[in-house]
């Protein structure tokens, strides 16, 4: 019963999401208030239907309901709590439902703080809203029907596949997603902007918003998926350059892009088309992301991908929003006009490069994971496109990127002095060299790592420098503090997010500089790895909720202080008869000491033990970028001076 | 990332489950260095994308001994690579070879670079001819104001 509400309901909210996207944008073309005025009320009536929706497969999935097919194939009532709700997302149609879900949030709330919008773009912006949303819930509907029954029920569900029973992946998806479905709301924008024929600085400040919150969330959620990996499938990586992966990272990519040069439009009125533009290429990489995972086209590796009707609907879907909206922006863009000038050495001039180089960077992962498509198609070759391509051929974008971005924030607007910003940077430049050559020093010949700590000093240090300068603290050091408190937030939050890359960099470095150990031990047995001394103790067996597991004991000694105890575990999970290895891991934030543990014979085990130096510095950069998005959302600015254009234009 | 390693779990699922063998490593660091270099170059045939040091599916436990035999042997990096690559083909490398296939891949980089400052210096050069023509009612203006500061 509850499945078959669940059901109406996303047929409701389609319905809804049709009204809600025809009688806003009509009202809007012809200036009818009574039309406008539906888009808020229908948004919100979606979202209950949608939200009405979720919960009843959340409910069946806690109840366990043997009925439903997907929670027959994806859940098992010896499950926890938390696994029976995460199974709910984990899958292909409860994803696609999760997914719009946030979609129709993100609606409500363009409906409701979005009063200060002028009706007009706000209409349109629900709109377009409501226009992706009945796609995707007419995909749902036709392809991908999450409430499917199953008669007569089996005794019990299959199981969720146990690597995925894990606190950081419970909530990867939904951060993706948010990030993801973020970019709908600013291409819902731009695509309201062609249609007014007008782009302006309150347009800017009220994209700058959805794009830092959209970034944000996609930064954490690439973050989650990658240090899952990290822990979770015991080999001490952390990016694999698979397509997934690169769907995830070509909407970040764009998205940073985005949310730099709309900083252009709301300070500076220029860069506009090339604004909107962008926007409609972020929903379109979130798009083309959703299209490669579920429809199988590429030669990978995704559960998802097994329908190809799921795929040509997706794919259908995928052109007709963006080829519609980029017809669009062909016939309206000129209209925009007002390109600022400025010189091509200014702010803008380095938000331009950052543009270019973030973009181009884009352009290579989005080739590198076709291209094994094309090129099969095109030419008949079978080729692999991996990592090693991928590090050559972004690696020389990237360095002038890292480059600039120390540099960009201490241009001024309009027209710089290269010569003045480089003077306040000598002793930034100074620091990073240094640690370049420190680590030739300390490391020996490793040329990448030395260059990847020369970035993070170049990039955590050309923050802080950026800071000083702003609050004046060596020209006027009585003020600093006053000028500290009264810097704008967005200020704080750009050099707190650069300053968050530097840490990914020096992580990313120290990983570098990992060693690891591949060894067969006896329990009392030892072996030497990084300086330290790691002893077997035992292995045993353990029994968990719903797995039981061989549990290795690790003691890890630094001459006759005991360092830490590792227990790395073989798990296997009765339900779905699967084995998982589950590593141990000790941190002290600037090194993981890592351990796992293999076959076991002759009464010992293999063991693979890693030194990781400053592994988790990759994810607190993550994070550190997330809040420095966070903190320049929050700015005064964003939130007070939005509504400024409405005031303007409400005596009419 | 879901996705993929769900796929990877099903397919593979011994490549996840085991952790190598110690026998396998070569007894001089130096070499195994070497041996991991190449290796991480080289695509296990049968998995999704991992290179040869990342799965233990048994294609590629061959193959990683394949490649530390020839190591120890004394052959350099490139040797081996091109003794892998002319037996299992194109398809093995993960770094691909630069054919007519793939031509533009490896353009990609400069082509994306290079037409986006071709856009800009376009886009650039007409922004600046916009701003340098005055309309005959700007004209008029300025001459005005000129007058009225002078």
Redesign the interface.
């Known amino acids: 019963m509850i499945g078959e509400l669940g059901h109406f309901a996303l047929a409701l909210g389609c319905i809804l999401a049709l009204a809600q996207a025809i009688l806003p944008l009509i009202g809007a073309h012809r200036r009818d208030a009574r039309l406008m005025a539906l888009a808020s009320p229908l948004a919100g009536a979606q979202l209950i239907a949608i939200a009405s929706a979720f919960g009843a497969l959340l409910w069946a999935f806690a109840v366990n309901d043997t009925t439903v097919s997907n929670v027959v194939l994806n859940s098992h009532s010896q499950k926890p709590l938390l696994y029976k709700f995460s199974g709910a997302w ?1 899958n292909h149609e409860g994803s696609m439902v999760l997914w719009v879900l946030i979609l129709a949030l993100c609606g409500g709330a363009v409906a409701g703080f979005g009063r200060d919008l002028p009706s007009a773009l706000q209409a349109r912006v629900i709109g377009i809203l409501g226009l992706i949303a009945a796609g995707f819930l007419g995909f749902i509907i036709f392809t991908s029907n999450p409430f499917e029954r199953v008669w007569p029920p089996p005794m019990d569900g299959q199981g969720l ?1 146990p ?2 029973q894990d606190p950081g ?1 419970a909530f ?2 939904p951060m993706l997603y948010l990030g993801y479905v973020g970019y709908a709301v600013t291409f819902a924008f731009a695509v309201a902007a062609l249609l007014e024929g007008r782009v302006d600085a309150a347009w800017g400040r009220w994209v700058r918003p959805w794009s830092l919150a959209a970034w944000s969330f996609l930064t954490l959620g690439i973050a989650l ?2 240090w ?2 990290y822990y979770e ?3 001490g ?1 952390y990016w ?6 690169n769907a ?1 990272l070509l909407p970040w990519l764009i998205g940073a892009a985005l949310l730099h040069s709309a900083i252009v439009v709301e300070k500076r009125e220029s860069l506009k088309i090339w604004t909107v533009l962008l926007a409609i290429l972020a929903f379109g990489m979130s798009l083309l992301g959703t299209f490669l ?1 579920r429809s199988g086209v590429l ?7 097994n329908d190809p009707a799921r795929g040509v609907f997706i794919l259908a879907l995928l052109m007709a929003y963006v080829a519609g909206a980029l017809a669009l922006f062909a016939w309206r863009a000129p209209k925009l006009g007002g ?1 600022g ?1 400025f010189a ?1 050495l200014s702010r803008e001039g380095g938000l ?1 490069l950052n543009n ?2 973030l ?2 960077i884009a ?2 992962v989005l ?2 994971t076709l ?1 094994p498509m094309f ?1 099969d198609i ?2 008949g ?9 991928f590090n ?3 690696a ?2 990237a360095i002038p990127l890292v480059a600039a971005m120390a540099l960009g924030p201490m241009l001024a607007w309009k027209r710089a002095d290269l010569a003045g910003a480089l003077q306040r940077l000598w002793w930034v430049g100074a620091l990073a060299v240094a640690s370049a050559f420190l680590t030739l020093l300390v490391a020996g010949y490793h040329v990448w790592p030395a260059l990847g700590f020369a970035a993070a000093a170049w990039l955590i240090f050309g923050a802080a420098a950026d800071i000083l300068d702003r609050i004046a603290a060596f020209r006027r050091p009585s003020q600093a503090w006053n000028r500290a408190r009264g810097l704008p937030r967005a200020a704080w939050g750009g050099a707190i997010a650069h300053a968050g890359v530097g840490v990914m960099f020096a992580g990313l470095a120290g990983m570098g500089l990992a060693t690891d150990a ?3 031990l006896k329990p009392g047995e030892a072996t030497r790895l990084a300086g330290y001394e790691w002893r077997l103790e035992r292995i045993r067996d353990v029994q968990g909720p719903n797995w039981s597991a061989r549990r290795a004991t690790v003691t890890v000694l630094d001459g006759a202080r005991v360092v830490t105890v590792l227990e790395p575990e ?1 798990r296997f999970f009765p339900v779905g008869r ?4 589950e590593a141990a891991i000790h941190t002290n934030a600037l090194r993981d000491l890592y351990a ?4 076991e014979r002759d009464g010992g085990g ?3 033990l890693h030194h990781n130096p400053l592994a988790p510095w990759i994810w607190f950069g993550a994070v550190i970028m997330a809040l420095g998005g966070g903190l320049s959302l929050s700015d005064r600015r964003v939130r007070v001076s939005a509504p400024s254009r409405k005031a303007a234009t409400a005596p009419a | ?11 593979a ?1 011994p490549a ?7 026998n396998e ?1 070569l007894p001089d660091p130096a070499k195994e260095a070497i041996a991991r270099e190449i290796g ?2 080289l ?1 296990c045939l049968v998995c ?4 040869i040091e ?1 799965s233990d599916a048994q294609l590629a436990r061959d193959l990683r001994r394949l490649v530390r035999e020839r190591v120890a042997a004394g052959e350099d990096s490139a040797a081996v690579i091109r003794f892998v690559h002319q037996r299992y ?8 070879p630069v ?4 031509m ?3 353009a ?2 400069i ?3 290079g037409g ?2 071709a856009v ?1 210096m376009l ?2 050069r007409r ?2 001819a916009e ?1 340098a023509a005055l309309s005959p009612e700007e004209a008029r203006r300025l001459a005005e104001l000129d007058r009225g500061a002078a």
Do not use: Y
């Open positions: 984990g596949n690597i995925l992946l990867h998806p998926g990658s899952w990996a499938l015991g080999w990586g694999f350059w698979d397509p997934v992966e995830s995972v030669n990978s590796v995704h559960a998802f991908a390109t000038i091509p331009v270019l180089l973009c181009s352009a290579v080739v590198g291209w090129a095109l030419f070759a079978k080729i692999s496109v991996g990592a090693p391509f050559a051929a972004t020389p974008l591949l060894v067969a073989k699967m084995n998982t290895t796992v543990l293999g076959d293999v063991l693979r | 990332m879901t996705r993929w390693l769900f796929f990877c779990l099903l397919l699922l996840w489950a085991a952790v190598g063998d110690p490593r991480r170059e695509r999704q994308n991992q290179s990342d083909g194109d398809f093995v490398l993960l770094r691909p054919t007519a296939a793939t533009l891949l490896w990609t980089p082509l994306a670079l986006g400052i800009i886009r650039r922004a600046l701003a």
